[in-house]
C-alpha cells in the first residue's frame, strides 16, 4: 500500500532538526508570517487592539503549557507572575528610565526569579496541593504590590503607575515610538514570534525530553537519572519568565499599570485557553487564545444583532458571557479533552488521507 507520504524523507541532519521539514508546511508557515506582518494594512484600529490581545494571550499561555501541559505540573497563579512582570517594567521605565529593550527581558528575569521562589514546593507537593500554593502567590504577590509603597514609589491612595511613552531605541539609529496601535502590534507579534520559536524548539532538547518523562512518570524518569526537583524547578522558571514579558506587554498595552488586571479571573482565563486549545502543545496554547479572545467579541456582536428582536440579552450579556465561557471549557474537557490541536491534526490527516479512507 502506497502512502501519500512517500519520499519525504531527509539527507542530512539539518533537514532532520527543521522546525518546518515538508515544502508544503515551510509554504504555509511564511504565508501566515506575511499575514501577520500585512495585517496592519487591512485591519482598523479596534481588530488591532484584539489582535494586541491575542499575542499578549499567546506569550503568557505558551509560559502555561510548558508547566502544565508538558512538566506536568499545575498553576492556577500565573497572573501573578505576569504582575511582576508589569510593575518591574513600570518601576523601571518611569522612576529609573530604564529603555523598552532592557526593561522587557528585565521583567522576565525578575518574574522568573519569583517563579523559582514559589516553585520550590513543587519537589514535594502536586496536583491539588500545588495548585493551592501557586494560588496563594496569586494572593500575596497582590497584597505586596498594593503596599510596597518603597518600591513602587505609590503614595497617598495611589494605585496605578504610568507608563511612559515606550521607544524602540537601537545605537546609531533614531528611536522609533511605540505610540500607536500597529507598532504595538509589530513589537508584540515579534515577541510572540520568538516564545513560539522557543517553545517549539524546547521540547527537541534534553530539557523538554526530561519534562515530558517527568510528566508522564516522575517516578520512572527519576529512575533513569533525570533531576526532578531541578526540571521542575526551571519549568517554573521558564514559565514564569514567560509571564513577565507577557504581563510587560501588557503594560505597555495599557498605558498603566495597576494590580487590577492582574487576578485570578485572569490565571483561570489563560489556564482555560491552555484547556481548550490542547494541553502539551505550542499550536493549541495559539489556538486557544485566538478562541478565547474572540468568543466574547463574537457573543456581542451576536447579542447587538439580536437587540431588537430579544432586547433582555444585553441587560444579561455578561452573565450570557460568563456561562458559555464554563460551558465551552466543560465541553471540550468532556467531548474533546485534546483540544482544538487534536480538531486540527484530524482536518489535517483526513486531507492527507482523501480520497481514500485507509
Known amino acids: 500500500m502506497l502512502s501519500r507520504k512517500t519520499a519525504v524523507y531527509k539527507t542530512s541532519y539539518a533537514a532532520d532538526l527543521a522546525v518546518q521539514r515538508v515544502f508544503l508546511a515551510r509554504l504555509a508557515f511564511w504565508s501566515a508570517i506575511a499575514a501577520l506582518v500585512l495585517l496592519p494594512l487591512v485591519a482598523g484600529r479596534y481588530w488591532l487592539n484584539v489582535a494586541n490581545l491575542i499575542l499578549i494571550a499567546v506569550v503568557a499561555t505558551i509560559g502555561l503549557n510548558i508547566l502544565v501541559g508538558y512538566a506536568g505540573s499545575i498553576s492556577v497563579g500565573h497572573a501573578a507572575f505576569a504582575l511582576v512582570g508589569g510593575f518591574t517594567v513600570a518601576i523601571t521605565s518611569s522612576r529609573w528610565d530604564v529603555p523598552m529593550l532592557l526593561g522587557l527581558p528585565l521583567a522576565g528575569v525578575v518574574a522568573a526569579l519569583v517563579g523559582a521562589f514559589f516553585g520550590i514546593p513543587s519537589l514535594r507537593v502536586k496536583g491539588l496541593y500545588l495548585a493551592i500554593a501557586t494560588l496563594a502567590a496569586q494572593f500575596i504577590l497582590e497584597w505586596f504590590v498594593q503596599h510596597a509603597d518603597w518600591l513602587t514609589g505609590l503614595a497617598g491612595g495611589q494605585q496605578t503607575i504610568y507608563m511612559p511613552d515606550p521607544a524602540l531605541t537601537l545605537p546609531g539609529l533614531p528611536a522609533i515610538p511605540i505610540t500607536t496601535e500597529a507598532n504595538r502590534y509589530y513589537l508584540f507579534l515579534l515577541l510572540a514570534l520568538a516564545g513560539v520559536y522557543y517553545g517549539e524548539n524546547l521540547f527537541r532538547t534534553r530539557i523538554g525530553r526530561a519534562l515530558i518523562a517527568i ?23 521558564i514559565s514564569s519568565f514567560y509571564a513577565g514579558i507577557a504581563g510587560a506587554m501588557l503594560a505597555y498595552h495599557l498605558g498603566a499599570v495597576t494590580h487590577e488586571p492582574y487576578t485570578i479571573i485572569l490565571s483561570i482565563q489563560w489556564l482555560a485557553m491552555i484547556i481548550v486549545g490542547g494541553l502539551g ?28 428582536y430579544l432586547p433582555f440579552l444585553a441587560d444579561r450579556y455578561a452573565n450570557i458571557r460568563d456561562m458559555l465561557f464554563g460551558i465551552v471549557v466543560l465541553g471540550f474537557l468532556i467531548l474533546e479533552p485534546e483540544g482544538l490541536y487534536k480538531l486540527w491534526r484530524n482536518i489535517r490527516s483526513y486531507f492527507e488521507l482523501w480520497p481514500f479512507s485507509y
Not at 510528566?215 to 519549568?235: C, N, P, S, T, W
Not at 493549541?284 to 431588537?308: C, H, K, N, Q
Open 281 to 308: 502543545s505550542i499550536p493549541g496554547a495559539i489556538f486557544g487564545s485566538v478562541f478565547l479572545t474572540l468568543l466574547p467579541i463574537g457573543l456581542r456582536e451576536l447579542v447587538d444583532f439580536l437587540r431588537p
Open 215 to 237: 510528566r508522564d512518570h516522575d517516578v520512572a524518569a527519576q529512575a533513569m537519572g533525570i533531576e526532578i526537583f531541578r526540571y521542575k524547578l526551571l519549568a517554573f522558571i
